[in-house]
């Protein structure tokens, strides 16, 4: 058995987190379904305030759209389709609760502050503006916020692995 120089064993632990980087950037899928997710928000929002007697019949059309993108995006086939070649295990995510407030806590606040703002200052057609905010986060923070909570799940796995290693592999 060869023992490796410290540059060889550098370059492999470098070749093996690109190759998590690229599978974690993989996972957060194409840009243009998020940008085509925003825009479509900001669209039903526009539209239920401009017309409001379409908002009757307008949601039930919305939420099925969603209803098949999400589970387009849970399929093989269908996540290669819209361009996201590589999926994420549920099991290799966190359940617990606090991971997932985590990730609805920026929705609720735009949710929030949103409607209290529009409350306040008695902004006539708010929903529009509502809509643009959420679409503008979809757009830009929504990608970034999912790369962010894949690479802080990718590293509390590291962290553990590392505790195991220290116990001897006793949980």
Same mark, same amino acid.
């Given at each position: 058995?060869? !023992? /490796?120089? /410290? ?12 190759? @998590?980087?690229?599978?974690?950037? =993989?996972?957060? %899928?194409?840009?243009? &379904?998020?940008?085509? =997710? ?13 017309? /409001?007697?379409? *908002? ?10 969603? &209803? %098949?993108? =999400?589970?387009?995006? *849970?399929?093989? =086939? ?6 996201? +070649? !590589?999926?994420? +295990?549920?099991? +290799?995510? +966190?359940?617990?609760? %606090?991971? *997932? ?11 929030? !502050? ?32 999912? &790369? ?11 962290? @553990? ?6 116990? %001897?592999?006793?949980?």
């Amino acid at each position: 058995m060869t !023992v /490796p120089t /410290p540059e060889e064993a550098a370059a492999a632990l470098r070749t093996v987190r690109q190759g @998590k980087e690229q599978v974690i950037r =993989s996972a957060a %899928g194409s840009r243009w &379904l998020w940008i085509g =997710s925003g825009l479509a928000l900001f669209a039903y929002c526009a539209a239920i305030d401009l017309v /409001p007697a379409v *908002r009757d019949w307008l949601l039930w059309p919305f939420l099925l759209v969603c &209803l %098949g993108l =999400s589970f387009a995006l *849970r399929t093989r =086939s269908g996540g290669t389709l819209l361009g996201r +070649s !590589v999926g994420v +295990s549920n099991r +290799s995510l +966190s359940v617990g609760l %606090g991971w *997932r407030l985590l990730r609805m806590v920026p929705v609720l606040a735009i949710g929030i !502050v949103g409607a209290l703002l529009i409350a306040l200052l008695h902004v006539p057609h708010g929903g529009i503006y509502y809509g643009a905010l959420a679409g503008l986060y979809v757009m830009f923070l929504g990608p970034r916020f999912q &790369l962010w909570l894949l690479r802080r799940q990718n590293e509390g796995r590291q962290n @553990k692995g590392r505790q195991d290693e220290v116990s %001897g592999g006793r949980a």
